[in-house]
């Protein structure tokens, strides 16, 4: 085989159809309800990594949901921070 897919691996996504698939979860990202959050998708390889802070183990579990569902197949990567909004249950102390 020579062209631009002789050097990918059996069953590896093509190039232009990885960045589609991750341009299509960005778009489901941004109009749900999940639109102002702070995810970044890199492609890396032919692996993709999502990271960012969501404010809920929900949102975290809903944002890859989403992925796996547009991602099926490709190795996604996460390192996504759950960040804890509720006030603290004690006062600091300052030295």
């Known amino acids: 085989m020579t062209g631009p897919d002789a050097e990918r691996a059996p069953g590896a996504p ?3 159809h990885l960045e589609y698939r991750v341009a299509h979860l960005r778009d ?7 639109g102002e959050l702070g995810v970044r998708i890199e492609v890396r390889g032919e ?3 999502l990271t960012g802070t969501v404010p809920s183990v ?3 579990d809903e944002v890859r ?9 490709l190795p996604v990567h996460y390192d996504l921070v759950v960040s804890d909004p509720s006030s603290p249950d ?3 102390e300052l030295a």
């Open 28 to 34: 489901r990202l941004a109009a749900g309800d999940l």
């Open 14 to 16: 093509a190039p232009e």
């Open 90 to 92: 004690h006062a600091e």
């Open 47 to 49: 692996a993709v990594l």
């Open 65 to 73: 949901r989403a992925a796996e569902a547009e991602l099926a197949g």
């Open 58 to 60: 929900e949102c975290r």
